[in-house]
Structure formats: C-alpha cells, structure tokens
Antibody
Framework: QVQLVQSGAEVKKPGASVKVSCKAS????????INWVRQATGQGLEWMGW????????GYAQKFQGRVTMTRNTSISTAYMELSSLRSEDTAVYYC???????????WGQGTTVTVSS | DIQMTQSPSTLSASVGDRVTITCRAS??????LAWYQQKPGKAPKLLIY???SLESGVPSRFSGSGSGTEFTLTISSLQPDDFATYYC?????FGPGTKVDIK
C-alpha cells in the first residue's frame, strides 16, 4: 500500500542539526511532491516547505529560510529534511506528507518527534 | 501572508448531531481548500480537497463547501469515530483547528 515511513525520534542539543528521513513505498516516488509539516505539542500544524522529488526543486516557508534543507535520494525513494541551529522552540513532531499543498496532502508519514533540550 | 481562522475553536456535540465548522481566509487566493481530521498521537487525515471534493475512502457524511474567503466542513450525522480536531488548509497555511468533543 501507499505509505511514507519516517525515521525515529531524535533528541538534540540547542544549536545542533537534525535530519529526518521519509521513505516512500507503493507509488512512484518522483511523481508527487513531498511536504514537511510540523506540530508542537498541543499546537496546530505548520507547513515548512516542499520538494519536487523528480527535479529536486524546493520551496521553503519564509520562517525557515536559511535553516531548513530538503533533499532526496531517488534510488531509495527517500526524502530528507534537515533543520539546523536548533532551539527549544523547534521541539515538535515533524511529518512528511505527499502531494502539492493546493491539492491536499493525501498520504502522511507517522511523524518523527524531535526534542531539543540541553 | 494569508491568515486563516476557524470557528468555533471547540465544539461539543452528541452522536447523531449535524456539525458545521467554518474556515475564513484573510484574502481570496483560490478555492483549493482542504480539510483534515486529526486524532491524538496520529497524523492528519485528508477528508476534503478543492473545497468540496471528498477524498477516496472518506465517509459521505463529510462534505465541504464554500469559495473565496469562507468555507465550511459539515458532518451530517456525527459518529463516535468523528471526535477529533479538524484543520482547514488554504495554500500552505493551516487554520488553528476546531476540536470536536463529546457533549
């Protein structure tokens, strides 16, 4: 079945970087955009950016410009999101989700908890 | 930047009730609005896309309508599985969410 499977939970210190992976299966990885959305505990959903796995083109929310990098490895159908200069406010569950945002994101990963703590 | 609001923020309802959630945008950019359902500890689930198109596999008691800056999600007869938080999304902006809980 169509699914996105994310890497496991991470604990990082302030100032460090984290790289989360998102492995696609059950469909052609290069045919759909991958988005990254995060959610702090008890809070709403926040879109971080998107990547076209075919071209590698990316678009990032202004809030994360300069701190986030989205990449992919098409040979293993995996997308990555790296967030640098972590601070406590980055503690959240990070989701990857398939599809251009304007069409609605129809397949979501299970989420990866990133905790930033000294 | 576009701003999204949802009302109400919390809704208490009973099984069988008709429920309506409203989503408003600060400006009209398109009618490509989506609705998601999220349960605690789970990823969001797409319910409606392009304002009124029902995602495959989603029960027909869910419907969406609206255009421009005002959109609604309606659950025609609330079921026990529907108690959750609902988010609208327009472009890359999500609304703040509406929690539907048991009355």
């Amino acid at each position: 079945q169509v699914q996105l499977v994310q890497s496991g939970a991470e604990v990082k210190k302030p100032g460090a970087s984290v790289k989360v992976s998102c492995k696609a299966s059950g469909y052609t990885f290069t045919s759909y955009d991958i988005n990254w959305v995060r959610q702090a505990t008890g809070q709403g959903l926040e879109w971080m950016g998107w990547m076209n796995p075919n071209s590698g083109n990316t678009g990032y929310a202004q809030k994360f410009q300069g701190r986030v990098t989205m990449t992919r490895n098409t040979s293993i159908s995996t997308a990555y999101m790296e967030l640098s200069s972590l601070r406590s406010e980055d503690t959240a569950v990070y989701y990857c989700a398939r599809g251009p945002p304007i069409d609605g994101m129809d397949v979501w990963g299970q989420g990866t908890t990133v905790t930033v703590s000294s | 930047d576009i701003q999204m609001t949802q009302s109400p923020s919390t809704l208490s309802a009973s099984v069988g009730d008709r429920v309506t959630i409203t989503c408003r945008a600060s400006q009209s950019i398109s009618s490509w609005l989506a609705w998601y359902q999220q349960k605690p500890g789970k990823a969001p689930k797409l319910l409606i896309y392009k304002a009124s198109s029902l995602e495959s596999g989603v029960p027909s008691r869910f419907s969406g309508s609206g255009s421009g800056t005002e959109f609604t999600l309606t659950i025609s007869s609330l079921q026990p599985d529907d108690f959750a938080t609902y988010y609208c999304q327009l472009g890359v902006t999500f609304g703040p969410g509406t929690k539907v809980d048991i009355k």
